[in-house]
């Protein structure tokens, strides 16, 4: 559920909640949400004596083989936070690594808790720049762990710079006689320096298109500022709300590439399940969510769409079932991918030295979305100031077609919608005349169906979501970059009746996250392709008010090909037991 107290049930057992009057005798809500799951969190742990262990599975980083310097940040607990400001510790770098060349930059995000408590959703900011978006992973009453190392060189020309900052962490969460978890949480950062190359010929960086390629040297937080109760992010709470920051560039920059963060939460959790408002039906536990099962983040730049973000489906550590994410969590929970808008064709509009502003918005959306960004600069260090034209724009309509056969609560919906955005535009530097061309082409589909009076219900969706950047630098050199993201997602429900008030549930999921990647900057070529699969069961034997049995099973098919490493995983675990864990690390494959 991550985020907020009030909707608790939500993220639990999202799917059963519309059930019929003929089956709530047999499968009433309120116990299956409060008594079914307490029972299910006390009894599915019982024989556990050590804290569980759990994980992301996800691609090692390959570090250099240097000695990193390591600073702590941060160390707290985080208690009943709900509500209140982030936690905040002056950051200043180690100079004595950070004067020497650097060549990764690893967060190591570190935490405990035991107890009972819900997935909470947490941000980690440096000068109002977020390093890192994250869900909690649900403790049980013998404790668990889980750590996320993010590379975030990236941020590199951030976290060198000689001052001090301010370090700022928001994680919500709130503690009660029931809910007694607290978060135990460290943060370290990991500089490690390059290694020495003794006979090294690649010196690229006067070079346009490795410069181009290379990290930003200089980062602009688009977030809220401090000081504030909550996290800095912007909440957006409905499809007429947008968030709006004004900020001003330095009149040197050449290229400038805007860095979304977000997450969806309460009646936008589980947005690809909503449906359209005139089939929301009242009951018991309140409306099933609605503005149907499309959502959109809209990027505004002094109120023309520059480019949009037709997000992952990140299922949070409570999400649907817990115990489908214990002990592997699901794709990007512990980490939540970010989004790179190339703002580079629209700088002749920005580079006036006045003040300009980005907005943000949700297509549908619904009560909560926590949205901000990162705006990278890359500057010309020869010259006071670029100029720039934008030489084209156009942004399709969203193209939506939908269909719906329903009678009653049973039926069937299916939603395709595409969109596509293009800009081009010129800058002109020191380093002489560059055009860039910038296309997104996204691509939705969404079939939900519902028989047996909704209590069997399946929705299949998949995302394609196409970004390039294509950059015409002076003497024929270039910069391009591709992407091409495809985000499946199934789930599907059923409750088997069993007579004598008994009953199954039955939950399945796919979940799926594809990108195959390209990026040439100069002599320089990088590829690689992810495609990483996650399959999951859960079913649940209950009789009058209680769990007979449980039995949760998760699969998962990780591939990684790239220019820089290879590495493949597959593994699967039944109840809190690895079945196996095959790990390569070849790539001929
Ligand atoms: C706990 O251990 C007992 C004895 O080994 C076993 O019968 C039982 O199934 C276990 N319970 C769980 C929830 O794993
Ligand atoms: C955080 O660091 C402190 C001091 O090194 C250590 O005692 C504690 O166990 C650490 N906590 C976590 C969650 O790693
Ligand atoms: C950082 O700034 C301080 C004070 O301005 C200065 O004394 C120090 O030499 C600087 N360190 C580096 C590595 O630039
Ligand atoms: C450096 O040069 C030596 C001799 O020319 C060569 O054997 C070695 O492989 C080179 N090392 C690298 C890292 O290029
Ligand atoms: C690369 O070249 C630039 C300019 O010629 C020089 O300033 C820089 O020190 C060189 N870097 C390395 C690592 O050789
Ligand atoms: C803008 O995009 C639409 C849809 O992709 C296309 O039909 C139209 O020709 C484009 N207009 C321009 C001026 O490129
Ligand atoms: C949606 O697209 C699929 C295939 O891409 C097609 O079979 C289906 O008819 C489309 N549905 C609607 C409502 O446009
Ligand atoms: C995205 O790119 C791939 C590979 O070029 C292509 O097959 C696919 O049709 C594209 N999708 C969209 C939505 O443009
Ligand atoms: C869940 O998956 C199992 C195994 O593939 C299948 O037998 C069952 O019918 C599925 N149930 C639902 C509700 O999709
Ligand atoms: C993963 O391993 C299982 C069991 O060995 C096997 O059945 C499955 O095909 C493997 N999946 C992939 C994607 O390699």
């Known amino acids: 559920m991550a985020s907020s107290q009030l909707p608790l049930l939500l993220s639990l057992f999202l799917l059963v909640f519309q059930l019929q009057p003929t089956k709530a005798k047999l499968l009433n809500s309120k116990f299956l949400t409060s008594t079914i799951l307490s029972q299910l969190s006390t009894t599915t742990h019982l024989n556990d004596t050590r804290p569980t262990v759990y994980f992301e599975v996800t691609k090692p980083i390959k570090l250099p083989r240097t000695k990193p310097c390591s600073q702590l940040i941060l160390s707290h607990d985080f208690g009943n936070t709900y509500g209140k400001p982030p936690v905040l510790a002056n950051y200043t770098p180690p100079s004595h690594c950070t004067s020497q060349k650097l060549s990764k930059i690893i967060l190591e995000w570190k935490a405990t808790c035991k107890g009972r408590q819900f997935d909470r959703i947490f941000g980690v900011w440096l000068g109002g720049v977020e390093l890192l978006r994250g869900c909690t992973a649900e403790p049980t009453a013998s404790g668990?762990?889980?750590?996320?190392?993010?590379?975030?060189t990236r941020y590199q020309s951030l976290l060198v710079r000689n001052q001090t900052q301010t370090f700022a962490v928001h994680l919500g969460n709130v503690v009660d006689n029931t809910y007694t978890g607290v978060y135990h949480v460290n943060i370290t950062i990991n500089f490690y320096p390059a290694e020495e190359k003794l006979n090294s010929t690649e010196n690229n960086s006067d070079n346009p298109a490795s410069r181009f390629g290379a990290n930003a040297d200089l980062i602009l937080p688009i977030?809220?500022?401090l000081p504030l109760n909550d996290g800095l992010w912007f909440e957006i709470k409905n499809s007429m709300d947008t968030q709006v920051k004004e900020f001003r560039i330095s009149q040197?920059?050449?290229?400038?590439?805007?860095?979304?963060y977000l997450s969806f939460h309460q009646k936008d959790e589980f947005w690809y399940s909503n449906l359209?408002?005139?089939y929301v039906s009242t009951n018991h536990l309140g409306n099933t969510p609605g503005n149907g099962p499309f959502r959109e983040v809209v990027v505004t730049l002094d109120d023309e769409i520059v480019g949009t973000i037709w997000p992952f489906t990140v299922i949070y550590t409570g999400g649907i079932n817990f115990l489908f994410w214990s002990p592997i969590t699901g794709i990007g929970s512990f980490d939540l991918p970010s989004y790179d808008i190339e703002i580079t064709p629209f700088l002749g509009n920005i580079l006036d030295g006045k003040n300009h502003k980005f907005g943000f918005s949700i297509t549908s959306g619904m009560n909560v979305w926590f949205v901000d960004a990162n705006l990278h600069l890359w500057l010309d260090s020869k010259s006071r100031k670029t100029q720039g034209k934008l030489l084209k724009h156009n942004v399709s309509a969203l193209d939506v077609h939908s269909q719906s056969d329903f009678t009653g609560l049973d039926g069937t919906l299916l939603t395709n919608v595409s969109r596509s955005i293009s800009s081009t535009g010129w800058v002109k530097s020191s380093y002489g005349e560059m055009t860039t061309e910038w296309i997104q082409d996204f691509r939705y589909s969404n079939s939900m169906s519902m028989s047996k009076d909704s209590n069997k219900q399946i929705i299949n969706q998949m995302i394609h979501f196409n970004d390039s950047v294509y950059t015409r630098m002076p003497s024929y050199s270039v910069f391009s970059m591709?992407?091409?993201?495809r985000?499946?997602?199934g789930?599907?429900?059923d409750v088997l009746d069993k007579g004598d008030e008994s009953y199954s549930l039955v939950t399945n999921i796919t979940?799926?996250?594809n990108e195959e990647k390209s990026k040439i900057a100069g002599s320089d070529f990088l590829f690689n392709s992810l495609k990483n699969l996650q399959n999951g069961h859960v079913i649940i034997d209950i009789e009058g008010n209680y769990v007979l049995d449980a039995l949760w099973n998760t699969e998962q098919a990780y591939e990684y090909r790239g220019s820089d490493l290879c590495y493949f995983r597959n593994i699967s675990s039944l109840k809190d037991n690895i079945l196996y864990d095959i790990v390569s690390n070849t790539c001929m494959q």
């Open 144 to 152: 668990i762990v889980w750590s996320v190392n993010k590379d975030i």
């Open 223 to 225: 977030s809220q500022n």
């Open 252 to 260: 040197n920059a050449y290229r400038a590439v805007l860095e979304v």
């Open 276 to 278: 359209p408002n005139e």
């Open 482 to 485: 591709n992407s091409y993201k």
């Open 487 to 489: 985000f499946p997602l």
């Open 491 to 493: 789930m599907s429900t």
């Open 511 to 513: 979940l799926g996250f």
